[in-house]
T-cell receptor, first 109, second 112 residues
Framework: EDQVTQSPEALRLQEGESSSLNCSYTVSGLRGLFWYRQDPGKGPEFLFT???AGEEKEKERLKATLTKKESFLHITAPKPEDSATYLC??????????FGKGTSLLVTP | DADVTQTPRNRITKTGKRIMLECSQTKGHDRMYWYRQDPGLGLRLIYYSFDVKDINKGEISDGYSVSRQAQAKFSLSLESAIPNQTALYFCAIEGSSTDTQYFGPGTRLTVL
């Protein structure tokens, strides 16, 4: 059975304190790994898609990396506006997404 | 204007009532999805549709039905709502040539 495990469940950072979120997955025939950001009461907002081990993508203070067993979302010098829940999802079908439970990030000034 | 619109945004209903949640999109994408989100459980797929005549059950379809009235519209119905269907419901769209799903703003449903 496909599984996606995100850690930690919650993370509190000081503004400027860099860190990483982890997404471990077990899926046969990975077709894609996705990162989304979700603010309270809103729909998930797409961040990145990664397809193969070794791939990296960046957007502002965020950088996503992928290995054969896990993905990391690195947050460099975070700001309070980066506070949100970050969701990881995988697919082996190319359409049905299997989501993790998310990491709730709080960045304090 | 938002690419994906969901109505209503909030709904409180009673056990046994029939309720419909609606999703519409302006992107012309073929694929549309319905997910529910529960605290501690993450997002789970209810139904998905690749076009008007292609509708498929997801992981948790029991107690739900859907209708794809047009390429732009995909509705989710709860025939007889029960309290454990209280959740956040999200519609998502995806172009057939991409792998990326874009989500709507969600509907918060409470079944009393």
């Amino acid at each position: 059975e496909d599984q996606v495990t995100q850690s930690p469940e919650a993370l509190r950072l000081q503004e400027g304190e860099s860190s990483s979120l982890n997404c471990s997955y077990t899926v046969s025939g990975l077709r894609g790994l996705f990162w989304y950001r979700q603010d309270p009461g809103k729909g998930p907002e797409f961040l990145f898609t990664l397809y193969s081990a070794g791939e990296e993508k960046e957007k502002e203070r965020l950088k996503a990396t992928l290995t054969k067993k896990e993905s990391f979302l690195h947050i460099t010098a975070p700001k309070p506006e980066d506070s949100a829940t970050y969701l990881c999802a995988v697919t082996n079908s190319g359409y049905a997404l299997n989501f993790g439970k998310g990491t709730s990030l709080l960045v304090t000034p | 204007d938002a690419d994906v619109t969901q109505t209503p945004r909030n709904r409180i209903t009673k056990t046994g009532k029939r309720i419909m949640l609606e999703c519409s999109q302006t992107k012309g994408h073929d694929r549309m999805y319905w997910y529910r989100q529960d605290p501690g459980l993450g997002l789970r797929l209810i139904y998905y549709s690749f076009d008007v005549k292609d509708i498929n059950k997801g992981e948790i379809s029991d107690g739900y039905s859907v209708s794809r009235q047009a390429q732009a519209k995909f509705s989710l119905s709860l025939e007889s709502a029960i309290p454990n269907q209280t959740a956040l419901y999200f519609c998502a769209i995806e172009g057939s040539s991409t792998d990326t799903q874009y989500f709507g703003p969600g509907t918060r449903l409470t079944v009393l």
